[in-house]
């Protein structure tokens, strides 16, 4: 006869779990849910209860606030217009929760409450009385991150230095820099990035950011060339969370130097050799400077692989330097649906329109580019649109529409980071001054593909690989039947 012991000790010898594991397991999960139904019921019944906050604690290692930020953000637990509801206090303590989280100088905030051992004179016996425990983990202070990637004859080098909370304010400066080659041994591309950010008078819900930036990159889709942009960028910009369903705003001020620099072109860049007049007529540097306003609301449950929600952005530029006096809009809009748990469907939409303003002629770096694995899939990347020469020229207005059915692969979970993609595409690009029909042409005969695949949904951005098949198509534009694949944070 075997006794529990002796079960016990052949299921910790062999590594196994046990019946008596199994039902231990279901045990646990049945309290956890009696528990939480009890608390639920606890609070809805007391849920107009009323509540005096006679305290409110913040506790935390190594905190390094000033006071005046970290009132700022108890500010819905410290200012209070006499007694609560329990219902009101606990949503109180979750929005001073979500300001510490907008700041994005914490790692981790939680929330504990107690109940004072003493009531205050003049308290009714049914108020309660409660002390609020904030705990906060500040994001570390400095970091820095190092690497290179190397293959296929090219490399690159990068450097991220972080330096939070300088102040003790959420105060964030970052320098980011990327030194990669097309190939080893020839010219580099650079990208240097100096970004300084704060809240405004500490509040978690707008924050000023500048911006000091430089870059070049060589350009193979059109005629060859180097694009350089230095320049600064100051942000006024809004942060509410989505389930605040509210509307976000950004104002930035933009003022830089582009050069675009004609090179000869290496073997394999797309066979371009030859020069595009466009391109030629806007080589050197042209200065810019623009006022730029959006907004937007987003719902969506995550923004690189959204299942459900939705996301509407605006944008309107102003740029009014003579040399480059333009407005530009776009618009955007994006609706996904959870069909059930192994099926999921994303709708998009995007609109663009660019208007050269007292006879100043756009820059080639303003137009819209369309096509490309992030774009109108099944097209090279800026396949679709004006030709000069058979080169790009890009375009000054742009529409483009996607709808994509993503499906669990069968023997994953329905969890799983990877899913099965079905997806259909159309747009067009245009110029409105060589256009018979005007603006009416940019939704009429659209370029259209489809296409199925499989899609990796990772944290820092999402990576598709396709199959595409072109279904109309027009005469120049470039084609990339079969094979595609994709890596970006944005897709149609």
Do not use: C
């Amino acid at each position: 006869m075997t006794n529990h012991s002796d079960r016990f000790m052949e299921t910790f010898a062999s590594g196994k779990p046990s019946k008596l594991d199994d039902l231990e397991v279901k045990r646990q999960q049945v309290i956890l849910e009696y528990n939480q139904n009890m608390l639920n019921e606890l609070l809805r019944e007391n849920s107009l209860r009323p509540v005096k906050v006679s305290q409110v604690n913040v506790l935390g290692d190594n905190l390094q606030f000033r006071d005046r930020f970290l009132a700022r953000q108890l500010q819905p637990l410290l200012k209070n217009p006499g007694l609560l509801t329990l219902k009101s206090f606990l949503q109180k303590v979750d929005t001073t929760a979500y300001n510490f989280t907008k700041t994005t100088a914490v790692e981790q905030v939680t929330s504990k409450i107690d109940s004072t051992a003493l009531k205050s004179p003049g308290s009714s016996l049914d108020t309660l009385e409660l002390v609020a425990n904030v705990k906060i983990k500040p994001v570390k202070k400095l970091f820095m991150k190092i690497g290179t990637n190397v293959g296929n004859g090219e490399g690159d080098g990068y450097l991220s230095l972080q330096w939070r909370n300088i102040f003790g304010g959420a105060e964030t400066l970052t320098f980011d820099t990327n030194m990669a080659s097309n190939q080893i041994g020839t010219r580099n591309r650079s990208q240097y990035l100096l970004d300084y950010s704060m809240p405004i008078l500490n509040s978690p819900d707008h924050k000023i950011g500048i911006l000091l930036y430089h870059s070049s990159r060589f350009i193979d889709y059109t005629t060859y060339h180097e694009q350089i942009v230095s320049g600064v960028t100051t942000k006024l910009s809004t942060s509410y969370l989505p389930f605040e369903n509210r509307f976000n705003q950004e104002l930035t001020f933009e003022n830089l130097i582009r050069t675009m620099s004609l090179e000869p072109s290496p073997n394999g860049y797309r066979n371009n050799s030859l020069i595009n007049d466009y391109f030629l007529f806007n080589a050197g540097e042209s200065p810019k400077s623009s006022v730029v306003y959006s907004v937007s609301h987003d719902t969506r449950d995550q923004p690189i692989f959204p299942t459900s929600g939705h996301l509407f952005k605006s944008t309107i530029e102003y740029s009014f330097l003579p040399a480059s006096t333009f407005l530009k809009t776009t618009l955007q809009l994006l609706q996904a649906f959870k069909i059930s748990n192994s099926l999921s469907l994303s709708m998009t939409m995007k609109l663009g329109f660019i208007k050269g303003l007292n006879n100043a002629l756009i820059h080639p770096m303003d137009k819209f580019q369309s096509g490309g694995p992030n774009d109108i899939r099944g097209f090279w990347t800026s396949g679709i649109g004006p030709k000069q020469m058979g080169l790009s020229i890009g375009g000054d207005a742009s529409s483009s529409y996607g709808l994509s059915l993503f499906q669990r692969i069968p023997f994953l979970s329905s969890d799983s980071n990877f899913k099965l993609h079905y997806f259909l595409n159309s747009g067009r690009l245009i110029n409105l001054d060589t256009s018979r029909t005007g603006l009416f042409s940019l939704f009429n005969q659209l370029n259209t593909t489809a296409g199925f695949g499989i899609v990796y949904a990772h944290p820092a951005a999402r990576f598709e690989f396709n199959f595409t098949l072109p279904i109309a198509i027009h005469n120049g534009d470039e084609v990339r039947k079969g094979i595609q694949y994709g890596i970006g944070l944005s897709f149609l």
